[in-house]
Nanobody, 110 residues
């Protein structure tokens, strides 16, 4: 399984970013996909996940602001992040089938 995330960057509070993750080496469509994030000194936490049937699940801290989606034909998973705040600053990782991809850094400035 290989995962390649992209889309991180620097954004002002209140702004938006869209993360993308390309998966290869697995039957993508039948697996749950997820985004996690981690800040220095903390454990990696689940941000959002989506089952193979398309059912989303969100951490309380991002509900109403973040949207996870997937494109099975392209083997892509996305995380649309709106109304970002400084607490969203973290390295974001996509995860499929127990494998984390390389993280992408999101920095939200005040």
């Amino acid at each position: 399984v290989q995962l390649q995330a992209s889309g991180g960057g620097l954004v002002q509070a209140g702004g938006s970013l869209r993360l993308s993750c390309k998966a290869s080496g697995l039957n993508f469509a039948i697996n749950t996909v997820a985004w996690y994030r981690q800040t220095p000194g903390t454990q990696r936490e689940l941000v959002a996940s989506m089952s193979s049937s398309g059912a989303p699940n969100y951490a309380d801290s991002v509900k109403g602001r973040f949207t996870i989606s997937r494109d099975n034909a392209r083997r892509m998973v996305y995380l649309q992040m709106n109304s970002l705040n400084t607490e969203d600053t973290a390295v974001y990782y996509c995860k499929v089938l127990g494998t984390y991809g390389r993280g992408t850094l999101v920095t939200v400035s005040s």
